[in-house]
């Protein structure tokens, strides 16, 4: 049987669900019952259920695999341009994120004011100034890139989301019989 990536997507957050119940390693007894019969019956359910944990975890990463085998083949590639791409936005927040460098007829000025202040003065009692190296046009044209790569970005998600959808694996005829006992197809 074939399924797409997707669908193996939820079978697998299915199958975790699943082994994240406990099994019942205990029993509770009162006087008026047959201890032998219930303790009996008890390690009979405990044993199906191991076993069937043990099925789960089998299927669960013979999933994981057959996944893994598509993605390799297809998907890993997307990944990478995704990782790129929050890199150079992640870069481009950088820059858009500053002030922009003041007008250098302002910087001029307060250059000027503390040469000719006092030094009593406490308004201008700095030694330096810091300037900013970031101009406005810089901003913008760093503001268009970002929006191109979150563009890239985007146009990769939804390839990766129809990938999934139109790339298929193959269960076998076991894995398929398993899964339709515990209700996941």
């Not at 990478?80 to 820059?95: F, G, M, Q, R």
């Not at 003041?102 to 004011?113: E, G, Y």
């Not at 700095?126 to 563009?151: G, P």
């Not at 694996?169 to 209700?183: H, M, T």
């Amino acid at each position: 049987m074939k399924i797409s990536l997707k669908k193996a997507n939820v079978i697998q957050q299915q199958i975790r669900e699943l082994l994240n119940q406990k099994l019942v390693l205990s029993v509770s007894l009162d006087e008026f019952e047959n201890p032998t019969s219930k303790i009996n019956k008890e390690t009979e359910a405990l044993k199906k259920q191991f076993a069937n944990k043990a099925g789960l975890i089998r299927t669960l990463f013979m999933i994981r695999d057959l996944v893994g085998k598509q993605n390799q083949e297809v998907i890993t590639g997307k990944l990478a341009i995704l990782a790129e791409c929050d890199k150079h936005i992640a870069l481009c927040d950088t820059i858009v994120s500053q002030q922009p460098r003041a007008d250098l007829d302002v910087i001029k000025n307060k250059l000027d004011k503390m040469k000719l202040s006092p030094a009593t003065n406490p308004l201008y009692k700095q030694d330096t100034l810091t300037v900013s190296l970031i101009t406005q046009d810089f901003i913008n044209a760093v503001k268009e890139m970002q929006i191109e790569w979150k563009k890239v970005k985007q146009n990769t998600m939804d390839e990766i989301s129809e990938l999934n959808i139109v790339n298929k694996i193959e269960l076998d005829d076991d894995a398929v019989e398993f899964l339709k006992s515990n209700g996941l197809l």
